[in-house]
């Protein structure tokens, strides 16, 4: 049988580590070639090389998608290099917990940069290549799955400014999703609970000791990975819109 993203293109930021890395292999092993965006371009040589092992196509994009045109030059170059853009997985984000008082600025902006403004960059630029592949692509459909949290669903005492990023980024899918469902480009939102990535050993050491303390059970990133896979493999009359995925004794 063939696989369901034959011929199909996605790009996946945040591919160097686990969801995005975890998504990208998955995507590649249902038949789409797959562009891996992240900095670390060690990283994504090598999953890159596993990909290829596998059969499948990968190009690296070594590049910050904080920087406006770097998030544009990763879709150009993905549409160059692969020749299209059906999906995007909109991936690449930052979780830095803590105290409103007396946070350091920085740690905000890194959030609200990536978080949001990466995410908005490379969805603005991704745009035309999704409409376009749902007009003439093989799937007739187009994806944008941004990854959320549960923190995109319910703020709590110490993830104050990563929540805030996280409800923007489910407010503006949703809007999105209205202003293109009729043109079958499906803006769906992963909300993720507790998954062993990488993603809380950027904390401060004494916030790292708490989120610690608090870590019950945790899913992989392959969990996660194999709902974006189910959600983009739909046929093209459903769409999922919102996927919230906790481990099974995460309680809030
Ligand atoms: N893990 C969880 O429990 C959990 C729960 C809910 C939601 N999420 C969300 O899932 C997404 C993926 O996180 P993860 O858990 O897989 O964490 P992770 O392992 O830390 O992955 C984060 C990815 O983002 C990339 N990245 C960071 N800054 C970047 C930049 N400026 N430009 C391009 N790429 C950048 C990193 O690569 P480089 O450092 O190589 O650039 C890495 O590949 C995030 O949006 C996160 O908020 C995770």
Redesign the pocket.
């Known amino acids: 049988m063939q696989p369901v993203l034959d011929g199909t293109v996605a790009l996946v ?9 975890a998504a990208a292999a998955a995507l590649a092993a249902e038949g789409a070639a797959v562009a891996l ?4 371009g060690d ?1 994504l040589e090598a999953l890159a090389a596993d990909i290829r092992d596998q059969g499948g196509t990968a190009l690296v994009l070594e ?4 920087d406006e045109q770097q998030a544009v030059g990763a879709v150009e170059r993905t549409v160059d290099g692969l020749g299209r853009l059906d999906t995007l997985i909109n ?5 830095l917990l803590g105290p409103v008082v007396d946070a350091p600025l920085p740690e905000w902006q890194q959030m609200v940069e ?2 949001v403004l ?1 995410l908005l960059y490379c969805a603005h630029a991704a745009l035309p290549h999704l409409l376009r592949a749902a007009e003439d692509g093989p799937r007739q459909v187009a994806d944008m799955v941004n ?5 995109g669903r319910a703020a709590r005492l110490g993830n104050g400014v990563y929540s805030l990023t ?1 409800h923007g980024v489910g407010a503006f899918s949703e809007s999105l999703r209205q202003e293109v469902a009729k043109r079958y480009v499906r803006v769906s939102l992963v ?5 062993a ?3 809380a050993s ?1 904390n401060r050491p004494e916030i790292l000791d708490s989120i610690r303390s608090q870590f019950g059970q945790t899913m992989s ?1 392959a969990d996660i990975a194999d709902a974006i896979t189910y959600i983009v493999t739909r046929p093209r009359h459903v769409a999922v819109n919102e996927m919230l995925i906790r481990p099974t004794e995460q309680e809030r």
């Open positions: 930021t945040g591919a160097s580590s686990g969801i995005g890395a965006a992240a900095r670390r990283r590049c910050d998608v904080t991936n690449a984000g930052v979780m990536l978080n990466g990854i959320s949290s549960v923190a996280k909300e993720p609970g507790a998954t990535t990488e993603l950027h990133a």
